[in-house]
């Protein structure tokens, strides 16, 4: 029988599989059990599985104020990624004289802000670029 330190270490050393494993063969799905897996989910990208096993585990033990904090660190970590976004200075990757926004020259959109605000324009029915 694995302990859920044994796992916690698979886990710091990037043995996502088999951390995984282990994990899924313990029956009892405690709060511990289910920050581990937040822990798996989020060295995996999986944000919103992350949040939502930080949400269940703090729902089993709501006393346990370390996964308040890893919850808590996580929505922050969020918002930094956005601030760092939104909030970063623009700069021009050229000189010219030109009004081209897939070089940002002029504008504040590069090509994929482009690409996804045509992706959702044409959603609704409309077309912001109608040659891609």
């Keep these: ?6 796992i916690q270490i698979l886990i710091s050393n990037n043995d996502l599989v088999t951390a995984e ?10 709060a511990h059990w289910h920050y581990l897996y ?3 989910a989020l060295k995996k ?3 919103d599985s992350a949040l939502s096993h930080l949400e269940t585990a703090i729902s089993l033990a709501p ?3 370390f996964y308040i904090e890893t919850k808590t660190a996580l929505m922050s970590r969020y918002h930094g990624y956005s601030d760092d976004y939104y ?7 050229s000189s010219c004289d030109c009004c081209c926004c897939c070089d940002d ?3 504040e959109f590069n090509c994929c802000d482009l690409i996804c605000l045509d992706t959702c324009c044409e959603c609704m029915g409309g077309d912001l670029i109608s040659c891609i």
């Design 21 to 30: 494993t282990t994990l899924n063969t313990l029956h009892e799905k405690s």
């Design 38 to 40: 937040s822990l798996i």
């Design 63 to 65: 006393s346990e104020t």
């Design 105 to 107: 020259c002029c504008c």
């Design 45 to 47: 990208s999986w944000f």
């Design 1 to 6: 029988m694995h302990t859920f330190e044994e």
């Design 87 to 93: 909030h970063r200075p623009r700069r021009r990757r």
